[in-house]
């Protein structure tokens, strides 16, 4: 392995299906892989190997009837290049990042559901709380923030401005910090790092992209050793 290799952030992103309305929202999932590359870290695209909560026709906005599989179906954005969740390991990676998307609602989680009430996919749980553990940076997107604050029940983040979902996040333990598009809120005692994207339904996809490359750009940051005489703040 040559130096630059050894060196190299690694990232796992966690993708949930296909399509905005029932996995990965595409363009903030590309977008992320996008930021990913052009700052030279090497991801590995992961998902849960199970059935999606619902199949939706994005034409009709209507459930189709279909079963389709998690996995499978995020194995289209990372062009085959992914593995099952199951095999995403803290002491693997520098990082883990979840684009946002209905996916992120309604299977790696059932926030979509349940709200403040909300379970987490048992994989997921286990690797959020790896990282937040191990005080490794956790950047999410979108809705994926409100899944984090479900899996961890704790930690600062911002969904944008929508008042539901900020009530949601306050009451599972979290602290929800308003936040226009193009920008990012870091949680730099717990180190997650959060950005609106399509929380903002008439973004427009450059700002859409431009949280997230600051989003990419503050969870490399933080991978970064950190001083002398400053520990890991948990709670």
Do not use: W
Request: aromatic residues 2%; contains cysteine.
């Amino acid at each position: 392995m040559s130096r630059s290799e050894s060196s190299q952030k690694r990232v796992a992103v966690v993708l949930s299906g296909c399509g905005h309305l029932d996995g990965s929202e595409i363009h903030e999932a590309v977008l992320t892989l996008l930021a990913f590359d052009r700052a030279g870290a090497k991801v590995q695209c992961a998902a849960p190997d199970k059935p999606q909560h619902r199949v939706v026709d994005h034409v009709t906005h209507k459930p189709t009837g279909e079963s389709r599989n998690v996995l499978h179906e995020a194995a289209r954005i990372a062009r085959g290049a992914i593995v099952p969740l199951s095999r995403i390991r803290a002491a693997d990676f520098d990082a883990v990042f979840l684009p946002g998307g209905f996916g992120a609602a309604t299977n790696l989680s059932t926030v979509a559901s349940d709200g403040a009430k909300a379970t987490v996919d048992p994989e997921l749980t286990r690797v959020l709380r790896e990282f937040r553990a191990a005080g490794k940076p956790i950047g999410a997107v979108c809705i994926a923030p409100a899944v984090v604050i479900a899996a961890l029940r704790e930690g600062e983040v911002t969904i944008g401005d929508d008042a539901g979902t900020a009530a949601a996040i306050g009451a599972m333990g979290g602290t929800h910090v308003a936040c226009p598009v193009t920008e990012v809120h870091v949680d730099r005692a717990r180190r997650i790092v959060t950005a609106p994207a399509y929380m903002y339904g008439d973004a427009r996809i450059s700002n859409v992209a431009a949280g997230i490359d600051k989003a990419v750009t503050a969870t490399l940051e933080l991978t970064e050793p950190r001083p002398v005489g400053k520990p890991l703040e948990l709670t």
